[in-house]
T-cell receptor, first 110, second 114 residues
Framework: DAKTTQPPSMDCAEGRAANLPCNHS???????VYWYRQIHSQGPQYIIH???NNETNEMASLIITEDRKSSTLILPHATLRDTAVYYC???????????FGKGTLLTVNP | NAGVTQTPKFQVLKTGQSMTLQCAQD?????MSWYRQDPGMGLRLIHY???????DQGEVPNGYNVSRSTTEDFPLRLLSAAPSQTSVYFC?????????????FGPGTRLTVL
């Protein structure tokens, strides 16, 4: 599976959009981009995933560049409860054997 | 649905002791897995199962055994605990192994080996 690169930490003001970047320059054609988050001490929680089209659900939007070498997770109106470590994962062929790196610690400030 | 449940929530063992971490899901999911998370690190896959009676090794399987006799349960056994196994253990499940299926994680078991 392709490796991903994320900034170790980011800050965001409550109520503003949080834009979390992820680089995956070696992604191959059949690999999906998944985003999970982990709120302190809890199990990871699925957020969204995509292949090449932009995706949106009730939690977030996922923007994947046309060359698929990077993506951005957007939380449109961040709240304090969105403070968590966000993991960008690239995986193909199956949704298991996901490799969780260190992720990005997003801190939402009041 | 209770989702994915794990017991116990906390456990302290002495080096050399054995124990079983329990994981159960009530969603009739085909796929289940075990991860460990060391402080400040991401999750690493220990073992996984694609169905009852079928298990396979993940990235860090040494020192752990698993079995899958039913769809619902996927216990993780530590045969002889070592301090290096101090970690938080997460169990996960998904309906299938398809790329579009979400993994659901349990709340974790915090294990300390002295």
């Amino acid at each position: 599976d392709a490796k991903t690169t994320q900034p170790p930490s980011m800050d965001c003001a409550e109520g503003r959009a949080a834009n979390l970047p992820c680089n995956h320059s070696t992604i191959s054609g059949n690999e999906y981009v998944y985003w999970y988050r982990q709120i302190h001490s809890q199990g990871p929680q699925y957020i969204i995933h995509g292949l090449k089209n932009n995706e949106t659900n009730e939690m977030a939007s996922l923007i994947i560049t046309e060359d698929r070498k990077s993506s951005t997770l957007i939380l449109p109106h961040a709240t304090l409860r969105d403070t968590a470590v966000y993991y960008c994962i690239v995986s193909g062929g199956s949704n298991y054997k996901l490799t969780f790196g260190k992720g990005t610690l997003l801190t939402v400030n009041p | 649905n209770a989702g994915v449940t794990q017991t116990p929530k906390f456990q302290v063992l002495k080096t050399g002791q054995s124990m079983t971490l329990q994981c159960a899901q009530d969603m009739n999911h085909e796929y289940m897995s075990w991860y460990r998370q060391d402080p400040g690190m991401g999750l690493r896959l220990i073992h996984y199962s694609v169905g009852a009676g079928i298990t396979d090794q993940g990235e860090v399987p040494n020192g752990y055994n698993v079995s899958r006799s039913t769809t619902e349960d996927f216990p993780l056994r530590l045969l002889s605990a070592a301090p290096s196994q101090t970690s938080v253990y997460f169990c996960a499940s998904s309906q299938t192994t398809g790329t579009t299926d979400t993994q659901y994680f349990g709340p974790g078991t915090r294990l300390t080996v002295l």
